[in-house]
């Protein structure tokens, strides 16, 4: 199973992106759908999660700010960014675990998106 993200790019702070992760290949079922960041010099974070269910996640340093949404039958989860701040600044990756179409469990990464927050 293959993710690719889309929708990065420069943005002035206080501005907005939506990024756009969709996966390929034999899927069966996506049990989950995340988004994850990774800041120069830090480590990779959990930004947002949605589950095959609906249930919704947030960091807290994003909530009220980042919105999370799926489309199960096309196998895409998009982040809506508000308000962006220079600190959202990373580089942005997409997962997604569950079962490939010979039902073996798989746990895919994107190849992640630059994000800039220029302020």
């Known amino acids: 199973v293959q993710l690719q993200a889309f929708g990065g790019g420069l943005v002035q702070s206080g501005g907005s992106l939506t990024l756009l992760c969709a996966a390929s290949g034999s899927i069966s079922s996506i049990d989950g759908m995340m988004w994850y960041r990774q800041a120069p010099g830090s480590q990779r974070e959990s930004v947002a999660s949605?589950?095959?269910?609906?249930?919704?996640r947030y960091a807290d340093s994003v909530k009220g700010q980042f919105i999370i949404s799926g489309d199960s039958p096309k196998n895409t989860v998009s982040l809506q960014m508000n308000s962006l701040k220079p600190e959202d600044t990373g580089v942005y990756y997409c997962?997604?675990?569950?079962?490939?179409?010979?039902?073996?469990?798989?746990?895919?990464w994107g190849q992640g998106t630059q994000v800039t927050v220029s302020s």
């Open positions: 997962n997604a675990a569950g079962h490939t179409g010979s039902l073996v469990p798989f746990d895919s």
């Open positions: 949605i589950s095959r269910g609906g249930r919704i």
